[in-house]
């Protein structure tokens, strides 16, 4: 298995996590690949066209795209506790939560990517949407913290737990935590985790 693979990359970083924990990391060879919106990166291009990471090539020559589906393709590797359940309840249960916290982790790159520009030229508008989105995703995610000791630690938590790490990355003067305390307490445990030390973001710029 090959990775098209980014240390700052939070959906990279969702890939190596749910690796870590099912004990899939060490068959991975991970190739460092930079993608950004503004120009094309042909070592990324040659197997797949959307130019996007986290790619991964299999050994049969498929190429899986997106995060999520490198995570289910992995998923179906080991023979431990299932990163994402099968279908049923539990299941849409955990989409639930990992659409909120993927979706929370898109609004934050689009906010960035405003945020990196020049002040005269941001989308003033679209930031303030991304900021008023975020802030609910958060409410939103402290009153589901409040259950997760009661839930399987699956990909939801996963990708929540990034996100938060992601906030911290590239907005760190956002106090999350003041108003989210569930959500703190939670963080700190995540933070514990093996596979989350192992895979913590680096700014390689």
């Given amino acids: 298995m090959k990775l098209h693979w980014s240390p700052r990359s939070p959906f990279v970083r969702k890939v190596m996590i ?56 992995l998923d179906s590797r080991h023979e431990r506790r299932k990163m994402i359940p099968p279908p049923g309840p539990a299941r849409w249960r955990e989409l639930e939560l990992h ?33 008023a989105r975020v802030r609910h995703c958060l409410t939103w995610l402290d009153r589901r913290a409040g259950g997760f000791d009661s839930e399987d630690y699956a990909i939801g938590q996963i990708t929540t737990g990034i996100a938060l790490d992601y906030l911290d990355f590239r907005f760190p003067d956002i106090d ?28 390689d710029e």
């Fill in 18 to 73: 749910v690796a870590h924990e099912t004990g899939l990391a060490n068959h991975i060879e991970r190739i460092r690949s930079v993608a950004v919106r503004t120009r094309v990166n042909p070592d990324i291009i040659e197997d797949s066209p959307v130019g996007r990471i986290p790619v991964m090539a299999l050994e049969d020559g498929t190429v899986l795209t997106g995060s999520f589906a490198i995570c289910d393709y």
């Fill in 99 to 131: 659409g909120i916290a993927d979706g929370m982790l898109d609004l934050l790159i689009v906010w960035r990517g405003e945020f990196m520009k020049p002040e005269e030229h941001r989308n003033e508008p679209l930031c303030g949407s991304c900021a």
């Fill in 176 to 203: 999350w935590r003041g108003t989210n305390p569930r959500l703190r307490e939670w963080h700190r445990a995540f933070c514990e985790r093996p596979s989350s030390i192992a895979t913590e973001i680096v700014n």
